[in-house]
């Protein structure tokens, strides 16, 4: 089993920047692909960012691209997501996922952080 733990939400203005953090334990991190997703009550859980095992390839939603980065320590077993130029309909929890293979569904990734608030104030 693998555990997740998001750290690193809060509350910021908008065009400020916050790092998301994810650690991983129980398994061995690398063999996982990790995303991002983000969550609104009452919406569906939306795709944000992906990282392969190894970190040479990332891919972005639409709404995020140029502004969000993802990126990954196998050594540290944490997986990050920089996001700035915060907008406030960025608003959501934020939740790390991983599985063994890359996509940007949510139903396909096996394990999931508890998530973290990030809360943009316009």
């Known amino acids: 089993q693998l555990q997740l733990v998001e750290s690193g939400g809060g509350l910021v203005q908008a065009g400020d920047s916050l790092r998301t953090s994810c650690a991983a334990s129980?398994?061995?991190?690398?063999?996982?692909?990790m995303g991002w997703f983000r969550q609104v009550t009452g919406m569906e859980r939306e795709f944000v960012a992906g990282i392969n095992w190894s970190g040479t390839s990332t891919y972005y939603a639409d709404s995020v691209t140029g502004r969000f980065t993802i990126s990954r320590d196998n050594a540290k077993n944490t997986v990050y997501l920089q996001m700035n130029s915060l907008k406030p309909e960025d608003s959501a929890v934020y939740y790390c996922?991983?599985?063994?293979?890359?996509?940007?569904?949510?139903?396909?990734?096996?394990?999931w952080g508890q998530g973290t608030q990030v809360t943009v104030s316009s």
């Open positions: 996922a991983a599985d063994r293979v890359s996509g940007r569904s949510h139903s396909q990734y096996d394990y």
């Open positions: 129980g398994r061995t991190f690398s063999n996982f692909v």
